[in-house]
């Protein structure tokens, strides 16, 4: 069984020196973490799980091990192999978990997917994938099927839940409980650098591409649950995620399994209730958490004091930048830092503040072990401190664990990020005297004005620090004088209008959190702001149709 040395490094130096992950040959999660942990003691606590309906429900590794068994069983029955692509739309069912064991063990790939999708979505991300089979939610299951004739290779259609499977689909629990209970390990079984999962990327800044991690990708994100969400065995682990995206193996299977801690799982539907994510931080005995900046913006508005979070230890978040006033108020109410974390859907952890480190608020850390990260200017010179440039992963030693094959069927677009021995993430960033890093946006979605560059996340930032703004996207608007203009596209708080009167108020809030010449010149107040089905936003529509109007 795999078992990683967990280090309690004092220093930054010690961390990088001490920690180390080394593949072992071979190696399929599945089988080597999972059953193994099973084998051991299948009554090991693996998950805790909370339904939308606060039911709480407790599996142990055995569980995992059996049911993905005879999942995998089935699946092959119906004609599933190695290769084949199977998309899974299931929430934060606990079947999501099942269904990704289960197929690592049978060598096909999952995608996961977001539940949010359309069916024409649905037709693009089959047909583009050649998905052969799909494990849903019975939610989704209608409009899979209103796809279904549209995709050309789907074939083997799986539904989960409580209502009756449609015609032509196979119940999951009732294909669950009529396979073999065995699935033993074959000596040709896949693992190592053998294709294991595909993502599909959020698409900020064009349509989505497929990512494609094998087999050692797990491994990268030992360090994700035991450095920079500080897990030890017995924790119980929260990250808010949907099982749709990348950042639900983050923070709800393969680090947290790795490091020894439970992790606990609320499949919540609906609007988000920042109350009732206290419930069940407070009443399940969650020790750490991680969730995006805006979810911490939400909690900072309760009354904090109403909940008993003691058991508490540790704070993380990722996705979005830091404001300090959310980092201050969070360890006011609770004594805790939030040590923030940046990656991709490319890759794991690749910069973080650590246990070990002194947070400064706003900023994305330094590199995680193993991540050689430099900064380049646009003529691939490495950039100084204080220097702005684009993240990059120097691979000239070889390849972190963690790191994405490249772009499934797209050599062409794999080949304009992977090149002369660097990944080229496509993200801007400084590195103050420290070695502290500071997240600047997408290279696409810098702001260059009257000789000034400008990156969009600390205006946005400066931005909802005002009592009016609730969201902020901050753009490149066309300018004849200055080449580009700063725009502000804004989502106002309840009881605020917009007017000639708030519009200078809030430029003059923004110049006195932040360089005077970046505040925005231009202030649009719309209802809602574009964004991606991930959530995010995506400020490429917005400046694209300001400049198209320009024309």
């Known amino acids: 069984m795999f078992k990683p040395e967990k280090i309690r490094p004092r220093s930054y130096e010690e961390l990088i020196r001490d920690f180390k992950v080394t593949a072992p040959a071979n190696f399929n999660f599945a089988f080597d973490l999972a059953d193994a942990l099973a084998d051991e003691d299948p009554g090991r606590l693996a998950m805790i799980h909370v339904d939308d309906a606060g039911t709480r ?3 142990g590794f055995g569980y995992f091990r059996d049911a993905s068994n005879r999942l995998a ?8 192999g190695r290769g084949d692509r199977v998309m899974l739309i299931l929430y ?3 079947e999501y978990w099942v269904s990704m064991l289960a197929l690592a063990k049978i ?3 999952p995608i996961p997917s977001p539940a949010l999708l359309t069916a024409q979505d649905i037709v693009f991300r089959a047909n583009f994938a050649r998905v052969r089979a799909c494990i849903v939610e019975d939610s989704v299951a209608g409009r899979v099927q209103e796809a279904r004739a549209e995709c050309r290779d789907l074939e083997v259609l799986v539904q989960a ?9 196979l119940d999951f629990e009732a294909l669950v409980r009529d396979a073999d209970e065995g699935f033993a390990r074959a000596a040709d079984s896949p693992g190592g650098r053998e294709p294991m999962v595909i993502f599909f990327s959020s698409g900020t800044t064009g349509m989505p591409k497929m990512v494609l991690h094998d087999h050692s990708y797990p491994l990268g994100h030992y360090a994700t649950a035991a450095l920079w969400h500080d897990l030890e065995p017995g924790d119980v682990h929260l990250t808010l995620s949907d099982t749709g995206w990348a950042k639900s193996v983050w923070g709800k299977f393969y680090g947290q399994w790795m490091a020894g801690a439970v992790v606990f799982v609320w499949d919540f539907r609906g609007r988000f209730e920042p109350a009732r994510l206290l419930d069940m931080i407070a009443g399940h005995g969650v020790t750490t958490f991680c969730a995006p900046p805006t979810v911490y913006r939400f909690l900072i508005r309760e009354d904090l004091s109403k909940w008993d979070l003691s058991g508490l230890r540790h704070c993380t978040t990722a996705g979005e930048l830091l404001n300090e006033s959310v980092f201050v108020a969070w360890e006011k109410a609770l004594g805790l830092p939030i040590y923030e974390g940046y990656g991709q859907t490319e890759t794991c952890l690749q910069m973080a503040t650590f246990k070990c480190m002194r947070p400064k608020p706003g900023s994305i850390g330094r590199p995680a072990p193993g991540w050689n990260i430099v900064l380049l200017d646009e003529a691939g010179r490495v950039c100084g401190p204080g220097e702005e440039g684009e993240i990059c992963i120097d691979l000239g030693a070889g390849r972190p664990l963690g790191l994405f094959d490249g772009y499934l069927d797209e050599p062409e677009r794999t080949a304009r990020v992977l090149k002369a021995d660097y990944y080229h993430t496509g993200d801007k960033a400084w590195m ?4 502290y890093f500071w997240f600047l946006g997408r290279t696409d979605d810098l702001i260059k004005s009257s000789g000034y560059r400008i990156g969009p996340f600390e205006v946005e930032s400066a931005l909802i620090t005002h009592q009016a703004v609730v969201e902020a996207a901050v753009t490149a608007a066309p300018d004849p004088v200055r080449g580009q203009a700063v725009k502000a596209t804004v989502v106002l708080a309840k009881g605020f209008s917009p007017s000639e009167e708030l519009t200078s108020a809030l430029q003059e809030h923004v110049k006195k959190q932040t360089a005077p010449y970046k505040y925005p010149r231009l202030i649009d107040y719309v209802e809602a702001l574009p964004k991606t ?3 995010k936003i995506k400020r490429a529509e917005i400046r694209e149709r300001d400049w198209k109007k320009a024309d």
């Open 107 to 109: 060598g096909a790939l």
């Open 73 to 80: 069983n089935a699946l092959v029955g119906r004609g599933i």
């Open 533 to 535: 089905i991930s959530g």
């Open 161 to 169: 839940g409580d209502r009756p499977a449609m015609d032509g689909w």
């Open 57 to 59: 429900r407790e599996y």
């Open 432 to 435: 103050d005297e420290d070695g």
């Open 92 to 94: 934060r069912r606990v």
